[in-house]
């Protein structure tokens, strides 16, 4: 091949890249597109004009105003953050000990824990869903912020555990030898030299985790009963009920209900996609 | 490497153990026996004090129609769950696997869809499919296919059809992360040759490049297939549980359970669908164990 065919060749393959992946990312995201169109244009225009993928004549921002407020999204919101935020904190601390305990010490049960823990976490919800409500009834937890948070931050354990026991396992065990020496104890070794060392696993983690809890519907329906306390999945699901013929509102509070897991994961994308990849390529 | 571990005393690994262990014991552990139990218990008993039930409730799936039209379902979604998303998956990885400049933005925009959930992907699909004015319909009459027109969500027919095509949707950019994640093991020309060099690409692909991505193609498989068995919240978000037709074991498990108050049937569902999976969660841990021997 000469020269200049193999640089038209080259062109040619560039141009091919760019064509097809703009292509496929346009048509992957027209639900989105047509999600986010849809929440700022007026009932009238949707209306008279039902066209979705049509942008709006003018943008009304009072909707996620309404949505807020009169629909209630901001309360669910809030809701959602005091479920998350400590359920992931607490996952990742309580499965950090048990990563540790598998990553490092050679004992008989070993492999038998880690399949426990592998396998409690592809088990069907449903086989949990009733001793779970029933429990919770019966600790007089349930229909309430801390049944749920309990609950996800065990569940997550088994994916949490497995995920930072494979990244621990990575590190050099001469990084524990010269504290031994020194005569740290364990817990010390643990939260003083390998956490930090941990640091970029339990980031990706944090991301994974935030998302697929925020994310959560089945737990909440089952385990949350009075308004006050609804997630925002919840509280979109009722909307739909609800505001049944104002998808403009419908459509601004699902955005709003997006904001939190899409920043995060656009803001943490390199460790979100890491940590996909991290966790499923170990296991 | 191993005999260098930490090893001072035996119950130092079962301290930090210690609490992991008994919040997942008592939170996931249990209650999968305890279901076990309950699916041999009567109605709503569990929750005043379990009555022996046998195996009536068993007995009632096998001549329960809606039942079989669950399993009937989760057939379908199982087939295309995965037999969709895998290929597709593997093709969008290959495509964005290049350096180039620009496909990391491909790439985060292309995985958007995972991060939302399904009450907001359920609830813009919904208008999608509306028969009247959704944008399916809207851009089938364009075309002149206003025979296609169909009610997407209003006929048995196309339900459940309607609706796996939503789960694969978004279940597409989450195989592209597993395979970019495969690839990263396989030369970036040889990706890119077998995707648009005409000659014996096909011949490439199959003899280097499959074979070396078959670690990621048995994590993507066995993942997909466990996700499509587990499938409630779009069927939930989108038919609410009351278009019957669409129901999946996941869904008719929860209905039945929390709707109907029928807790001991309830649970015979949640075992049924467990043993389904079970065989695949084995396939999965087989495979984690063996990737551990080769460590």
Redesign the interface.
């Given at each position: 091949m000469t020269k200049v065919a193999s640089s038209r060749w080259r062109a040619f393959r560039a141009a091919a890249f760019y064509v097809t992946a703009t292509l496929l990312v346009a048509v992957w995201l027209l639900p989105l597109v047509i999600g986010v169109f849809t929440s700022l244009k007026s009932m009238d225009e949707i209306m008279a004009n039902p066209v979705m993928w049509k942008p709006p004549k003018a943008l009304r921002f009072e909707n996620f105003g309404e949505a807020w407020n009169r629909a209630g999204m901001g309360r669910y919101i809030v809701n959602t953050f005091i479920v998350t935020i400590p359920s992931v904190a607490g996952a990742l601390a309580v499965s950090s000990l048990a990563a540790f305990a598998l990553a490092f010490y050679r004992f008989r049960l070993n492999k038998a824990v880690l399949v426990l823990f592998v396998a409690g976490m592809l088990v069907p919800f449903q086989m949990l869903m009733i001793p779970v409500f029933r429990m919770s009834n019966g600790l007089g937890i349930d229909d309430s912020f801390g049944g749920l948070i309990l609950f996800h931050i065990s569940f997550q354990l088994g994916f949490c555990t497995f995920f930072l026991r494979n990244f621990m396992k990575q590190i050099p065990y001469s990084q524990i030898e010269a504290p031994r020496i020194d005569g740290a104890s364990d817990f010390t070794i643990y939260a003083r030299i390998i956490m930090p060392l941990a640091l970029p696993s339990i980031a990706a983690l944090a991301v994974l985790e935030f998302t697929w809890i925020w994310n959560d519907l089945l737990w909440s329906l089952v385990l949350l009963r009075s308004d006050a306390i609804k997630t925002v999945t919840l509280g979109l699901a009722n909307m739909q009920g609800e505001f049944i013929t104002t998808y403009n509102l419908t459509a601004a509070g699902s955005i709003l209900a997006a904001i939190a897991p899409v920043a995060v994961f656009l803001a943490f994308q390199r460790y979100f996609i890491e940590g996909l990849t991290m966790g499923a390529d170990k296991g | 490497?191993?005999?260098?571990?930490?090893?001072?005393s035996?119950l130092?690994?079962?301290?930090?153990?210690a609490?992991?262990?008994a919040?997942?014991v008592?939170?996931?552990?249990?209650?999968?026996f305890?279901?076990f139990a309950?699916a041999f218990t009567k109605r709503d008993s569990?929750?005043y004090g379990p009555v022996f039930h046998g195996l009536a409730n068993f007995r009632r799936l096998a001549g329960d129609g809606q039942f079989w039209l669950a399993i009937k379902n989760n057939l379908l979604w199982l087939v295309f769950f995965v037999g969709i998303p895998v290929p597709l998956g593997l093709l969008?990885a290959m495509?964005?696997n290049?350096g180039?400049p620009?496909?990391r933005l491909?790439?985060?925009?292309?995985?958007?869809?995972m991060?939302?959930?399904?009450?907001?992907?359920g609830?813009?699909?919904?208008?999608?499919y509306n028969p009247?004015?959704?944008?399916l319909n809207?851009f089938l009459r364009s075309i002149g296919l206003d025979a296609l027109a169909v009610q997407w969500l209003g006929d048995k027919r196309y339900m459940t059809g309607a609706l796996i095509a939503v789960g694969v949707?978004r279940q597409?950019?989450?195989v592209m992360?597993?395979y970019?994640?495969?690839l990263?093991g396989v030369p970036t020309e040889l990706v890119?040759a077998s995707l648009?060099d005409g000659a014996s690409w096909w011949q490439r692909f199959r003899k280097v490049i499959l074979p070396l991505l078959l670690?990621?193609t048995i994590?993507a498989v066995t993942?997909s297939v466990?996700d499509s068995?587990?499938s409630?919240?779009i069927v939930?978000?989108m038919t609410n549980t009351k278009a019957r037709a669409a129901e999946v074991?996941?869904s008719y498990?929860?209905s039945s359970?929390?709707q109907y108050a029928d807790?001991g049937y309830?649970?015979a569902?949640?075992?049924i669908?467990?043993l389904i999976?079970l065989v695949?969660?084995l396939v999965?841990?087989g495979?984690?164990?063996k990737?551990?021997s080769e460590?």
């Open positions: - | 490497m191993p005999a260098r571990r930490l090893k001072k035996a130092a690994p079962w301290a930090f153990l609490l992991p262990l919040m997942y008592v939170w996931v552990i249990v209650p999968i305890e279901s309950f569990i929750i969008v495509l964005f290049g180039r620009g496909s491909y790439k985060t925009l292309f995985y958007l869809p991060t939302l959930s399904f009450t907001i992907i609830t813009i699909w919904m208008w999608i009247d004015f959704g944008a809207t949707w597409v950019p989450y992360i597993l970019l994640a495969g990263q890119e648009i670690p990621a994590v993942i466990i068995l587990r409630f919240d939930y978000v074991l996941a498990m929860y359970a929390f807790f309830g649970s569902i949640a075992v669908q467990f999976t695949f969660i999965y841990v495979d984690v164990l990737k551990e460590r």
